[in-house]
């Protein structure tokens, strides 16, 4: 054991994150979270396999009284006392005493039974106390423990099932029985696989409250892997939602504030909508502050569809061989779309009752390609204002211009209607070579 003692108050930040944004995460699984002292700690412990719906960046994960000042002499019993409960660890409850100079950290999620509503976030923070007994007398005063805490569900098509509890070892299968789970600011981590109806899915599927839904964002869901490389992670289906009174068929609606969607490919399908054919719509983005990333949509009737939006933020994604890439009716401000790739459709960006969608500018460039659409960037009525369109990448410089005929004809290319080009902020933009 440590000669040291703590004689200082010492607050303990561990951050638990995403498993994909930290290469060494790991976690401390049950039977390695006992009572250890100094004895029991020859270095960081080799990183065992998650099963939890918590993650730990690296070691150590315990609480660590070497760090503090004073001198024990040996043959001391030295104990902390925990004052107030741990929400993640029930080993660490009011009153429990647990021995030796580094008391393990171990979290584990509640009980799904044990959480009031559905609307109650988890707690981002593990707050408890504790206090140092040194042969059974306090020493010092209160130390207080924070720890930060992000917690989530795993989500697999092949090994899931939704009688699971979420865990990395027992995922669920479905997206639909995440998001019933989920709670505000937690996360559904999706593995690759198809979530269609054939897997269980309800569409649309809908999420109403913030939470983030993360899948591959490194291939966009899919869209960037060779063929044979690995499956996709991808959402196929859809079902009508009514919005604004007319039935559209979307595949996920996002509502409320602070939606992410992270990583997904979106596949469209030809459906009969009051005896009319049309392709399956991808995300509805309604309220403020959602983003879409890294994502794919293909053979859509519209990839993103914005409404009513404020500092929306769609980025990284990638919207081919559909009716519209993005479009957007009466946003409102902050909105923004970078980094985007927006080819092949009839409209790549549209924009209807206002622009309210900032594709660049001089201080922070679009970084979009939109090229080989019928029409590249078009408002539907007289723009209230000039559209900020910096540092993207066109299929010509000048714009290519185009009149109403190219909304219909078959192999026809323009970025722009002549009656709104003058409007377009293009400065810093390029031809696609």
């Given amino acids: 054991m440590s000669k040291q003692h703590i004689t200082l108050n010492l607050t303990a930040l561990l951050s638990l994150l995403l498993p994909s944004c930290d290469t060494a995460l790991a976690t401390i699984p049950p039977d390695e979270a006992g009572d250890q002292g100094a004895s029991g700690v020859d270095g960081p412990p080799s990183p065992p396999s998650h099963d939890d719906l918590l993650s730990v960046r690296a070691y150590p994960q315990y609480l660590d009284l070497t760090q503090n000042d004073g001198d024990l002499s040996e043959g001391q019993d030295v104990r902390i006392r925990i004052v107030g409960d741990s929400i993640y660890d029930s080993r660490l409850l009011d009153g429990s005493e647990h021995s030796g100079d580094r008391v393990f950290y171990s979290p584990t999620m509640r009980d799904l039974g044990s959480w009031a509503t559905a609307a109650e976030p988890f707690p981002v923070n593990d707050d408890f106390y504790y206090v140092v007994l040194v042969d059974g007398q306090e020493v010092g005063g209160l130390t207080q423990v924070s720890i930060e805490v992000t917690p989530y569900l795993y989500v697999d098509a092949f090994e899931g099932h939704d009688a699971n509890v979420g865990t990395l070892g027992a995922p669920l299968k479905t997206i639909t029985r995440a998001l019933q789970m989920a709670r505000p600011y937690s996360t559904v981590k999706v593995n690759p696989g198809t979530y269609d109806q054939q897997n269980g899915e309800l569409f649309p599927l809908t999420i109403d409250y913030p939470v983030t839904l993360h899948g591959d964002p490194a291939n966009r869901g899919g869209a960037d892997l060779s063929p044979g490389q690995g499956p996709s992670t991808r959402i196929s289906g859809s079902e009508l939602y009514d919005l604004l009174g007319q039935p559209i068929p979307f595949a996920l609606v996002a509502l409320g504030a602070e939606v992410t969607i992270n990583g997904f490919e979106f596949v469209g399908e030809p459906l009969v909508v009051e005896s009319q054919e049309v392709l399956s719509f991808g995300v509805l983005l309604q309220g403020e502050k959602h983003q879409l990333l890294n994502s794919s949509f293909r053979h859509t009737g519209v990839g993103a569809f914005a409404l009513h939006g404020e500092s929306t933020l769609i980025e990284g994604c990638k919207m081919t061989d559909g009716n519209i890439g993005i479009f957007g009716h009466e946003m409102l401000t902050n909105n923004r779309v970078r980094g985007c790739e927006i080819s092949h459709n009839n409209r790549g960006i549209f924009l209807e009752r206002v622009n309210g969608f900032d594709l660049g500018t001089t201080d922070d460039l679009g970084n979009n390609v939109i090229v080989d659409n019928r029409v590249g960037f078009h408002v539907s009525n007289d723009m209230w204002s000039d559209q900020k369109a910096s540092g993207n990448t066109w299929n010509e410089i000048p714009l290519l211009t185009g009149d109403l005929s190219y909304l219909e ?25």
């Fill in 409 to 433: 004809g078959d192999g026809l290319v323009c970025d722009v209607l002549e009656t709104q080009y003058e409007r377009i902020d293009y400065s810093f933009g390029s031809a696609a070579q």
